[in-house]
């Protein structure tokens, strides 16, 4: 988080905000923005959605990291978020796609409150799902399943309508899928 911190600091005194003025901006006191800044607390991702708003920056301008472990191995601190809205976050796991096959990400669903699904778009070819924490709904040819922690579900992207997180606790899976031509990953 330091790193994230920094780059919201950089920002701010760019725009030439006072730690208050921020902090009133995103409901958090100066006293703890300056130590989120300095890598002493962390925010929320919705506390952080409000800063990249408020300082004009897309939320990507705080996880962009070069990799510096190399071309083989990402540490977590390097991996970098692809998306970020109101319902999920999505991270990359892979150093170095290249011309690989797979593509590995983390997505991370939120609570929701309306039971709406997540959709993903840009999936192509086969699909694995490794649920690493919550108890996501998924429908797959219009047939809803609840799956729990440890769970896996392995499929073609064609089948999957949506993943949906009725529970209160954020869903986190592990997401691989096929690269089946130059279509753009996830």
């Known amino acids: 988080m330091y790193e994230i911190g920094q780059k919201v600091k950089a920002a701010r005194i760019e725009k030439k905000l006072t730690l208050k003025e921020l902090g009133d901006q995103v409901d958090l006191s100066a006293g703890y923005l300056s130590q989120f800044e300095r890598g002493m607390r962390t925010v929320s991702v919705e506390a952080l959605i409000k800063m990249a708003g408020f300082l004009d920056r897309d939320i990507q301008y705080f ?105 209160a606790q954020t869903v986190k899976l592990l997401l691989v899928h096929q690269r089946e031509s130059e279509a753009e990953a996830i």
């Open 63 to 167: 996880f962009e990291n070069k990799h510096p472990s190399g071309k083989h191995i990402l540490k977590t601190h390097e991996q970098a978020v692809l998306h970020a809205d109101h319902e999920k976050i999505i991270r990359n796991l892979s150093a170095d796609e290249g011309e690989k096959w797979m593509i590995p990400r983390i997505l991370e669903i939120f609570p929701h409150q309306s039971g709406e699904q997540v959709i993903l778009q840009k999936l192509t070819g086969e699909v694995f799902l490794y649920v690493l924490a919550g108890a996501p709904n998924i429908e797959l040819d219009y047939q809803v399943y609840l799956l729990t922690p440890g769970d896996t579900a392995h499929f073609e992207a064609a089948s999957l309508k949506g993943i949906r997180n009725d529970t």
